[in-house]
């Protein structure tokens, strides 16, 4: 999902830089005919510093995105309506912290700690998805977060499964998979309240799709036209399709999921156009996006204040695992 803030990087990282050795120039050499040949990098590689920082940048963002995106639904794990449902909640929100974990193995092999990241985030140095700053209000939303966040997530998520790096390359595949599951328990959970829901039930459906449609369509990043980085993206083999043919993917794809659901997606200019042979739609806030990807969405503060929080108070955890790894090693070198 989460490639969005790609094109929010900073100045000076804009550039290679202008001087090179002529060591430097055959060794880049190399590394773009590897990619040219369709071949993955691996961490022992030698890459330019320029692919390293992007990839970097970007899979913590997406680590970051995954256990941030813990937080809207973890606050629906005691209200869950049935056993059943609380159950499927429950492996999904735990799933969503396994790809945090395998996001951040992927990272920690471009020479950035664990920790740098962390430390990053909760300084509000560090971005993630807009989406997970906007609130979950009623049980419906859980569903709708299944069915179109993660369904967004998927669309965005396989194409990176074929990434020129090949640790996040390995990383994505376990994590797609995991992904539609949660795309369908939304989906099934929807469906379940529209076939055999009261009228509430259902008028709660079409309120939490009202209200996630347009954060989830904005979740595929901006326009081609204004996204400046993403040709460098495309020739390094980071970023496979783009946001454009992404977002275009996923309106068609949910337009069909709607009509089986019995609701409507709030967009009056949403129709078929023939011609295209795709879905036309209306325009974006584009301003909102910037606004929440900025700090300032319905939710960004509580967000890091939970997250600031469950760091504090996890860390005799921390120190109580790296004590007994201590002694451990102690044991070990005395035998
Ligand atoms: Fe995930
Ligand atoms: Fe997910």
């Not at 990176?160 to 959970?189: K, L, N, T, V, W």
Request: contains cysteine.
């Amino acid at each position: 999902m989460y490639t969005q803030a790609m094109d929010s990087q900073p100045k000076d990282e804009r550039e290679p830089k202008a001087v090179r050795s002529l060591q430097e120039v055959e060794l880049e050499r190399r590394f773009d005919a590897k990619i040219d040949a369709g071949e993955f990098i691996e961490a022992k590689d030698w890459m330019p510093e320029h692919y390293r920082k992007t990839l970097l940048r970007q899979i913590s963002q997406h680590a970051h995105s995954e256990i941030v995106g813990m937080l809207p639904e973890g606050n629906w794990i005691t209200r869950a309506p049935t056993l059943k449902r609380k159950a499927i909640l429950l492996a999904k929100v735990q799933d969503e912290g396994g790809h945090g974990l395998y996001l951040y193995a992927a990272a920690e092999t471009l020479g950035t700690s664990r920790d740098e990241m962390i430390d990053a985030l909760h300084a509000g140095k560090a971005k993630y998805s807009s989406i997970f700053n906007y609130p979950t209000l009623t049980w419906a939303d859980i569903g709708t977060i299944g069915w179109l966040v993660d369904g967004a997530a998927i669309m965005n998520q396989v194409p990176i499964c074929r990434c020129s790096y090949a640790p996040y390359a390995r990383a994505m595949i376990r994590i797609c998979r995991e992904e539609s599951f949660h795309q369908r328990q939304g989906f099934d959970s929807l469906l379940t309240m529209m076939r055999e829901g009261t009228p509430e039930q259902r008028a709660m459906v079409q309120d939490a799709v009202n209200r996630w449609w347009w954060p989830s369509i904005m979740m595929f990043g901006p326009p081609d036209d204004q996204s400046p980085n993403s040709a460098q993206g495309m020739r390094w083999g980071i970023k496979r399709v783009s946001n454009d043919t992404l977002r275009q993917r996923f309106v068609d794809a949910t337009v069909e999921q709607a009509k089986v659901l019995g609701v409507t997606l709030p967009d009056p200019d949403l129709k078929w156009n023939a011609e295209r042979g795709a879905h036309d739609f209306g325009t974006i806030d584009w301003a909102e996006f910037k606004r929440v990807i900025a700090g300032d969405g319905p939710c960004n503060r509580e967000r890091l204040a939970a997250r600031r929080k469950a760091w504090n108070e996890g860390a005799w955890v921390r120190e109580a695992a790296l004590a007994h790894a201590r002694k451990l090693a102690t044991r070990q070198e005395a035998a």
